[in-house]
């Protein structure tokens, strides 16, 4: 499905992408036609203005309509000038502008066809399709973010039905098994670790539900004060036969109470979710290193596993929603950890250890903030 649906974003934004570039395209046409007009206007403009001050010079000092003259006035005007009988003069084009000059001579003027001058070196001209094409470019933006919105948002929409339905029919057996395992009395010791791993992935089970029922609806947290190393040291130890199955070494290092406002059950998820993301980044095992520090009336927790790291594509889109490098991933267990944090009112930021390895820092505002 991974692979599909890649084809299909590839393809649509190769169409999207090319039809874009039409649109620039025939764009820049229309504004070269449009720059062309308006030069031509101008040219006319220029042509008329000139020949009518020329007429009303000839009349006002009352000159002799010769052949001489407009020789002379040919020379200086860089333009053909004639004298004609009024009313014997043929319709005029563009190029050629006839002026009553009184009752018995018209003066006729006429131009070379005017030849376009627009140039990128012109500045008028370069600057009016650098302007053109950054509009171009920020519409292309604008919409290309909007797609990829909708695009996100249908699959959210579809996402989000799944994840509801899935969560009704799975959480009524799951509610059984972790009841009846309740209700059991070990017999023995084999019995008893049976009993608690019954337990402890029946609540893997629940919070892989939660999680997707909080991406179909992510409600805000339940903030009460709590106690994030507890919280993380809970989450470890249900985790640790996985971690043992990968040879992964869990060193929790916080040293408790560190207190914050929070949802236990949310930043339980959150939490869980980054070191099921450590232990998967080390298939051949390795360590996983939990740290924190107080700083300006903040929380900072370190996860520092000891893996490949991030790749620059991964740093670069952070935990976008449905982004992901793994086979078989869905890309939605960082987009999670950074909603709970952010609605917590904290921070989520993703990084690569300079001696190897990634690290993943979450800010928490302490209780009194």
């Given at each position: 499905m991974s692979i599909k649906y890649s084809k299909w974003k590839f393809g649509s934004g190769l169409r999207f992408g090319l039809g874009f570039l039409a649109f620039v395209v025939a764009g820049s046409l229309l504004l070269l036609a449009w720059l062309r007009q308006r030069e031509h206007e101008e040219s006319n403009r220029l042509f008329q203005a000139l020949a009518q001050a020329d007429a009303d010079f000839v009349r006002r000092m009352n000159l002799p309509r010769s052949a001489k003259l407009a020789d002379d006035l040919e020379q200086l005007l860089g333009m053909r000038i004639e004298f004609r009988e009024a009313g014997k003069a043929a319709a005029p084009d563009e190029n050629t502008l006839m002026i009553r000059l009184d009752d018995k001579n018209d003066m006729i003027f006429t131009r070379k066809p005017a030849a376009s001058q627009l140039s990128l070196r012109d500045p008028a001209t370069r600057n009016a399709f650098i302007v053109f094409w950054l509009l171009s470019a920020?519409?292309?933006?604008?919409?290309?973010?909007?797609?990829i919105k909708r695009a996100q948002s249908e699959r959210?929409?579809?996402?989000g039905r799944v994840a509801t339905s899935l969560a009704h029919d799975i959480k009524n057996p799951l509610a059984s098994i972790q009841l009846h395992a309740q209700l059991m009395t070990p017999a023995n010791d084999e019995d008893a670790t049976a009993l608690r791993l019954i337990t402890s992935e029946s609540e893997v089970i629940a919070g892989l539900v939660n999680q997707w029922l909080h991406l179909a609806n992510p409600l805000p947290p339940r903030l009460t004060k709590l106690d994030?190393?507890?919280?993380?040291?809970?989450?470890?130890?249900?985790?640790?036969?996985q971690a043992k199955h990968t040879s992964v070494r869990i060193e929790n290092n916080l040293a408790g109470p560190i207190w914050v406002m929070g949802d236990a059950q949310r930043l339980g998820q959150a939490f869980r979710n980054l070191i099921v993301n450590a232990i998967q980044a080390m298939p051949r095992g390795g360590s996983?290193?939990?740290?924190?520090?107080?700083r300006e009336k903040a929380v900072i927790m370190r996860f520092i596993d000891s893996g490949s790291g991030f790749s620059d594509a991964a740093l670069a889109r952070g935990a976008e929603l449905f982004f992901t490098e793994k086979e078989g991933g869905m890309g939605v267990g960082l987009n999670i950890v950074a909603s709970i944090i952010e609605a917590h009112g904290g921070q989520l930021e993703m990084q690569n250890n300079p001696k190897g390895g990634a690290v993943v820092t979450v800010t928490l505002p302490s209780p009194d903030q």
């Open positions: 920020l519409v292309g933006w604008m919409l290309a973010r909007e797609r959210l929409a579809m996402l994030a190393a507890e919280c993380v040291r809970s989450v470890a130890q249900n985790l640790d036969a996983l290193r939990i740290e924190a520090e107080h």
